[in-house]
């Protein structure tokens, strides 16, 4: 099906089965804008109430579309605009192209697609090359993760790659556990920039820094510390000749990321009274910064290339069975002085490798999304390793101050 580049329709009526109709027909085809408050005739500004049914506009655009429509449609969240002397709005909803049609608007079983200025129910043939298009896209990203060794986690290698296996800690001994944080766009086959590596690392050297929660911290190094490939560059922090951690960067917009080992793994002696005995850890609490300072970046680098379509994050542990996890907010008060946390009964006893992951649009990355994200993430690697709740998160903030001692690239 040919992409085509999408025109805004304009719609100002308050009825449910419409607003379903033209999201669904929007993403099943080629994707749009809808702009509520702007009468169709004359294009003239007329608006739309702020409030319906006693929610806000935007509450209830998103709660008729989510029980409106089947399979759920992501799009980013509508954005209202003031109208001046107006206590109406004007309300855009971004809807893109969905990876994931065909979608079927509930009232009335029907397939709706866009034609030019009209959205019409789709006939057999539409609706048959709309699930063969869905079984594509779902393929490019099994592709791309198998490429990079990033989708099967059960697979004894996982997370060794052509770029990871350049690890210092991983030479002499490819059991070593890694992390990988990945970004991964929509259509990983396709260019999504051809900025010269020159022009990229020079914007790169600019924005290494200023993202939450450790601005001051940079995130990478350009330097000369990167090097050129065919379908990008990597930035990486030596250790000898290996790296001792990197950030990849593809011409796909493809991003990829490795934590320092000596940051994240280590040990710990578990019984005061026998020294010999210790135990593989790993720390919480830089990780889920080097999340959240990542998505800053993401935001800003899909900025910069005019990226602004469906994109998953995904973290990577890789051989960490019967690793514990330290690191954690110091205001639980669990550490190796506490003799709950010394049971094994909060170490990763089920997971020889185990990935976490979370779509989203690049428009939606505000602090309030990255750090709502960041402590779900979180959520899910204590949960891997035995913790029942987010110790990586207290009143909705990461320790800052156990990220002092750690180098974060």
């Not at 000898?240 to 796909?252: A, V």
């Amino acid at each position: 099906m040919q992409h085509k580049y999408p025109q805004p329709c304009f719609y100002f009526k308050k009825s449910r089965s419409l607003l379903c109709k033209l999201v669904a027909g929007f993403a099943n085809e080629a994707g749009g804008y809808i702009i509520l408050g702007v009468r169709d005739e004359d294009y003239h500004i007329v608006g739309i109430e702020s409030t319906l049914y006693h929610r806000s506009v935007v509450e209830w655009i998103n709660q008729v579309i989510s029980a409106g429509i089947e399979e759920k449609v992501s799009y980013p969240d509508p954005r209202t605009i003031e109208i001046p002397e107006s206590d109406k709005v004007l309300v855009v909803i971004y809807i893109p192209e969905s990876i994931r049609k065909p979608h079927q608007v509930n009232e009335k079983f029907q397939y709706p697609i866009r034609v030019n200025d009209s959205v019409k129910p789709a006939n057999h043939y539409e609706v048959r090359d709309m699930f063969e298009f869905r079984r594509q896209r779902a393929s490019e990203k099994k592709d791309f993760l198998k490429k990079r060794n990033l989708l099967d986690d059960e697979y004894v290698d996982f997370g060794i790659n052509i770029t990871s296996k350049n690890l210092y800690h991983l030479q002499g001994n490819p059991g070593k556990p890694v992390i990988i944080v990945s970004i991964l766009p929509r259509r990983p086959f396709e260019v999504k920039h051809t900025l010269s590596p020159l022009a990229l690392t020079g914007w790169l050297d600019e924005n290494s820094s200023g993202y939450s929660p450790v601005p001051h911290q940079s995130l990478f190094h350009v330097g000369h510390d990167y090097e050129v490939k065919l379908d990008g560059i990597i930035l990486n922090r030596f250790n000898g000749p290996f790296y001792s951690s990197y950030l990849e960067i593809q011409n796909n917009g493809y991003l990829e990321a490795s934590l320092p080992a000596e940051s994240v793994f280590g040990e710990v002696i578990i019984d005061p009274n026998d020294a010999s005995r210790k135990k593989p850890i790993v720390y919480l609490t830089p990780i889920i910064a080097y999340i959240m300072m990542l998505l800053g970046f993401t935001k800003k680098f899909y900025q910069q290339i005019v990226y602004q379509e469906e994109t998953w994050l995904q973290v990577s542990f890789a051989r960490i069975l019967h690793h514990k996890l330290f690191g954690l907010h110091t205001q639980y008060g669990l550490d190796v002085r506490n003799p709950r946390y010394r049971t094994d009964a909060t170490a990763n006893k089920h997971h020889l490798n185990f990935k976490v992951e979370e779509g989203f649009f690049p428009s939606e990355l505000d602090n309030k999304w990255i750090t709502i994200t960041t402590q779900q993430m979180s959520l899910k690697i204590c949960r891997a390793f035995g913790l029942e709740e987010n110790y990586g998160f207290y009143n909705g903030e990461i320790d800052k101050t156990l990220l002092n001692s750690f180098k974060l690239y």
